[in-house]
């Protein structure tokens, strides 16, 4: 069975760290693109970062850019996200994603209507 287990979401303040984690089984991991997307109370769900296996390269949204980390450790079938410098506006419900069909290339992240396996979501909350 397809599982995509979330953890590492809290309560930290304004400047802190957060890392989250997703780990992954029943899938292949290894070969399907990997997205990490966040929905704050009212807003739409927003792409924050991927791993597109097709170029092999790490994708970043605007807003997280610089501050946020994507990673994928293979021996343990998990992908991270690792979260510096957190704002009050980081403050959403976050979801790992992973996609078949590897959309994700070329400059961009696939929106989240393309990606087929999710996580539970954790909840991010950045106090300032």
């Known amino acids: 069975e397809v599982q995509f287990v979330e953890s590492g979401g809290g309560l930290v303040q304004a400047g802190g760290s957060l890392r989250l984690s997703c780990t992954a089984s029943?899938?292949?991991?290894?070969?399907?693109?990997i997205g990490w997307f966040r929905q704050a109370p009212g807003k739409e769900r927003e792409g924050v970062s991927c791993i597109s296996r097709t170029d092999g390269r790490t994708y970043y949204s605007d807003s997280v850019k610089g501050r946020f980390t994507i990673s994928s450790d293979n021996a343990k079938n998990t992908v991270y996200l690792q979260m510096n410098s957190l704002k009050p506006e980081d403050t959403a419900v976050y979801y790992c994603?992973?996609?078949?069909?590897?959309?994700?290339?070329?400059?961009?992240?696939?929106?989240?209507?393309?990606?087929?396996?999710w996580g539970q979501g954790t909840q991010v909350t950045v106090s300032s």
């Open positions: 994603a992973a996609d078949p069909a590897n959309n994700s290339a070329f400059g961009r992240c696939a929106p989240p209507r393309l990606f087929d396996y």
């Open positions: 029943g899938f292949a991991f290894d070969y399907y693109d």
